[in-house]
């Protein structure tokens, strides 16, 4: 039975030491009542600030950290109680730590992790083939990775997170340190998998890969739920609009009505030129162009900014620092914001 991956009310503390190692130890939250779900054949994302408490959600539905209450689950299995099931239908790939033997060739890596997996020998050595050649690194297959570039071990990583075929794919910034041709094939890769039915969890710091690869996304702030949706449906919830700039070469007073009745706002240049610049979720450009012009306007440059998904995530940000500087204020003078 397929039901994905589910989290539930999940929270993981850790125990620190404020005072040094010999200071009295006190608990972290660092996931606070979290719930996701991972369904199979979608690419999910997961954002937030650092600290935002990403790495360690992925590490516990990755098994290798345990709840400290809430479950999580994958096709029913839960991760504590059925830890070697889930594994087998599971896989991490995770940029900037080491996933793979240094003292090991980049075949004998392949080699050692199917069997864990159990793939059977025959199909294992045609994977390892194929995901040689995948990554680009057919040529240094029977290289040790000791003698590797940071980007050719997280191609190995890549391939070795790809090695049981798994129906669950965890990805803890894995295009960190790639050069961007590999970076592309990967995405290319994960988002054949997913049209295929693998279920994908995705976070990075590369916002526009999110964008570009998944259909819902969760944004957590300091472990907590903070915002979900498509990456269009929270740009529009932030009032993240696209911007249109328009530079007019001769303005005078019937530009700046025009100006003026679209809710533009008018930045003078040196040259006597005049920048009108308008956030708007509608596509705006053409209209405002043509006021413009129809007001004797005579335009000198136009340039069209997308909204951006990084542009929501600031935003919600933002929203969550000043709702917490508001509830720390006396009632008084929070009414007064």
């Known amino acids: 039975m397929t039901t994905g991956i589910q989290v539930r009310a999940l929270r993981k503390d850790f125990p620190v030491r404020d005072k040094g190692i010999f200071g009295p130890r006190t608990l972290k939250t660092a996931v606070d009542g979290l719930d996701l779900d991972i369904p199979p054949g979608r690419i999910t994302g997961l954002l937030g600030l650092n600290g935002a408490g990403k790495t360690t959600t992925i590490k516990t539905i990755a098994t ?8 999580v689950t994958v096709d029913g299995l839960d991760t504590v109680a059925d830890a070697r099931a889930v594994r087998r239908r599971i896989n991490l790939i995770a940029g900037g730590e080491r996933m793979v033997y240094t003292r090991m060739t980049g075949r ?8 864990l997996y159990d793939v ?22 029977d290289t040790m990775v000791e003698r590797y570039s940071r980007g ?69 702030s300091d472990g907590r739920h903070l915002a979900e949706g498509s990456p269009a449906e929270l740009k529009a919830a932030t009032g993240s609009h696209r911007t249109v700039r328009i530079t007019v070469t001769n303005p005078g007073e019937r530009v700046t009505a025009v100006a003026d009745s679209f809710g533009a706002t008018r930045e003078p240049r040196p040259d006597g030129s005049e920048v009108i610049t308008l956030r708007h979720p509608d596509d705006i450009a053409g209209p405002l162009a043509a006021a413009l012009v129809g007001a004797g306007g005579s335009i000198g440059g136009l340039d069209i900014a997308e909204a951006s998904l990084e542009d929501a995530v600031l935003k919600l940000a933002d929203r969550t620092h000043e709702g917490r500087a508001d509830a720390g204020r006396a009632p008084a003078e929070a009414a007064s914001v």
Not at 124 to 130: D, K, S, T
Request: aromatic fraction near 6%; include cysteine.
């Open 108 to 115: 004998e890596n392949l080699w050692y992790f199917g069997q």
């Open 120 to 141: 059977p020998k025959p199909d294992l050595r045609r994977r390892i083939h194929e995901l040689l050649a995948l990554v680009g690194l057919t040529d240094a297959a």
């Open 64 to 71: 290798l950290l345990r709840p400290t209450s809430g479950t």
């Open 152 to 220: 050719m071990t997280q191609r190995l990583a890549i391939a070795r997170g790809l090695i049981n075929e798994p129906d669950y794919l965890l990805l803890d910034e894995p295009t960190l340190g790639l050069d961007a041709p590999i970076a592309r094939d990967l995405r290319r890769v994960v988002a054949r998998l997913a049209a295929d039915g693998t279920g994908v969890l995705l976070t990075s710091h590369y916002l526009a890969e999110v964008e570009e690869l998944c259909g819902h996304v969760y944004v957590i």
